[in-house]
């Protein structure tokens, strides 16, 4: 397991990671476990904030709707919150980790958002991916943006990153960063040796936004499926901080960012800001999601 670190040291920065693992299918708390060491590991470089990957504690590829819902937990409550919690308050960091959440009869390939006082809030995925159809329901909580003391945090999961809209309705409610776990897979059409097409979007969506972007991937093969790795951090501008991370080995991903210049940036030349700029009177402001409008 390798360490990639990228710093550009400012007033008022923070070190975020991205925690780029492989869980084994089912094996919950030795997955649980396994993200403890490895924010561990990220805390002793400093991490204000963490992201692991998509469905982290549990594993992704479910033979049934009955498997997933014995392997789901309540947020808040369950023992992975609750680990997760115990350590953001050890370290006195964020994390964002995605989780197999159960409410009710229904399941939700979720992310929890935790700081150092405990939970603060859920994002469930809201575009869902092939036979993921068959065992989650479509998220139904928007994408909210939680204000913290380190910035303003969205959350997307894997799929969602295919849409534009995710992004442009985080960056509208004031996000500074968005975190991302996920798990992709190859893509159709791929050559050998390119990037992840998840990269590129990635990339695209952190500059006609201006907000950084940190990605989280899963590596390893899971009953037959491989993911791609390529965890990286993006930065406002488009450009990668750190990253992308290997295709095949767990890494952790590190980069002191401000999170504030994502905002003061927004400004590209005398006449144009990428948010601002955008013709609200020939379509939605806020993309008919009922979003709250936030500050750019």
């Not at 004031?174 to 590129?200: F, L, Y």
């Not at 936004?209 to 899963?218: L, V």
């Not at 590596?219 to 992308?244: A, C, D, K, M, N």
């Not at 005398?270 to 020939?282: K, M």
């Amino acid at each position: 397991m390798t360490s990639q670190v990228s710093t550009s040291p400012a007033a008022g920065s923070i070190k975020v990671a991205c925690i780029q693992m492989q869980p084994v299918f089912g094996n919950v708390a030795a997955n649980v476990a396994h993200s403890l060491e490895l924010i561990d590991r990220a805390a002793s470089q400093g991490a204000d904030l963490v992201v692991l990957p998509e469905l982290s504690n549990t594993g992704y590829m479910f033979a049934s709707r009955e498997e997933a819902f014995g392997l789901a937990e309540h947020i808040p409550g369950g023992p992975s919150v609750d680990a997760w919690a115990e350590r953001a308050a050890r370290h006195g960091m964020h994390i964002v980790a995605g989780i197999t959440e159960r409410s009710g009869p229904d399941l939700y390939n979720s992310a929890v958002v935790i700081g150092p006082e405990g939970y603060i809030g859920t994002f469930r995925k809201v575009h869902l991916w092939n036979e993921e159809n068959l065992f989650f329901e479509p998220g139904n909580l928007g994408f909210p943006v939680f204000h913290t003391p380190i910035g303003r945090i969205g959350v997307a999961i894997c799929y969602d990153g295919w849409f534009p809209e995710t992004f442009r309705l985080c960056a509208l409610q004031g996000a500074d960063i968005v975190c991302v776990p996920t798990n992709w897979v190859p893509i159709p059409g791929q050559a050998e040796g390119r990037e992840a097409m998840a990269n590129i979007l990635a990339m695209a969506a952190a500059h006609s936004n201006s907000i950084f972007i940190a990605c989280a991937d899963r590596v390893g093969v899971e009953r037959g499926q491989p993911f791609e790795g390529q965890s990286l951090i993006v930065s406002y501008t488009g450009w990668p901080v750190v990253g992308p991370a290997s295709r095949d080995a767990e890494d952790i991903l590190i980069a002191e960012v401000d999170l504030g210049e994502a905002r003061r940036k927004r400004n590209w030349n005398a006449f144009n800001q990428v948010l601002r700029d955008r013709r609200a009177d020939v379509y939605d402001e806020m993309l008919g999601s009922g979003a709250k409008r936030g500050w750019y």
